[in-house]
């Protein structure tokens, strides 16, 4: 058994970590709030937005929809959401082994968000394309660099993680252009269409609806941004509660082998105390 001073040592280190767990785990609580707050409101506004496309379209058919369908020999890209750091679980991992289920390099290219999915990648020795930093959620998501990465393909694949509950992510993949015909399929706002012949647009028509597509592609995918870090947040917020939950077991085991280790070196120096009087008995014995 080990010394009672080196249990007591390494219950101190764990009740260190048990701390820091638990600070991390309220960090992760308080991020969790603020970013389904956000994710609430992007949903919210790329409905108001769509309702307002969808009343100026010249026709619904001549412009997102008909880019849905791409050129079959066209490349396509998956735009991978992950987190920055690796403190959100296994999140990430299962995020690339869902994406490798359909990825084939000689059809797709792989474009990254967050360099935990970069360095996953590489580590398995999957090249992709470009890799940007996740946005900060905390300030304006500027994701014009990714659409601009993004608008040569065919069709884009967004692989994110997203939150259901705070016991519970999924991995979840969105075609951004066929998500939003989806949207326009299924709108029944009852919005009066505007067009050219009743309406004075300007600058022209064309180009009100290629601004507004453009701008909801973006919403469309800063909202997966947004999902992915509130799933990172609920995950990070599991990973650190497991971890205290551990921490604590730990410190109660630690705690119960000091106590032993402290009653059986009491023992033993009771035992050498006895032993030690024995001796001096018998020896002073022995001169009488």
Known sequence: MSRASSIEKESVQISTIQDLTGVFESIASTQVAKVKNKVELSGEFFGLLWNRYRSIRIDPASRITTRALGD?????????????????????LRLIETMMQNYDPKTTDIIVLGSHGANQLTQRGIHYERFFQVPETDKYINVDPVIEAVMP????????????????QEIKSIDLISRMKA??????????????????????????????????MTIALSQAILESNLAQAASRFNS???????????????????????????????RE????????????????
């Not at 890209?77 to 990430?92: N, R, T």
């Not at 067009?195 to 507004?212: C, G, H, N, V, Y």
């Not at 650190?240 to 120096?269: C, N, P, W």
């Open 153 to 168: 393909y065919s069709q884009i694949i967004v692989y994110y993680e997203e939150y259901v509950s705070l016991g519970v």
């Open 240 to 270: 650190m509660a497991v971890a205290k939950k551990r921490a604590t077991e730990l410190l109660t085991i630690y705690q119960l082998d000091f106590h032993r280790a402290k009653r059986s070196e009491s023992d033993r120096r009771l």
């Open 273 to 288: 105390v006895m032993i030690s009087i024995k001796k001096k008995k018998a020896h002073a014995k022995g001169i009488h």
């Open 72 to 92: 079959d020999k066209a490349r396509k890209v998956y735009v991978i959401i992950s987190a920055e750091a690796g403190l959100s679980g296994d999140i990430d």
């Open 183 to 216: 949207l326009g399929e299924s709108d029944d706002s009852g919005e009066e269409i505007m067009t050219a012949e009743d309406t004075i647009f300007e600058p022209s028509l064309d180009e009100i609806a290629d601004r507004m597509e453009m701008t909801m």
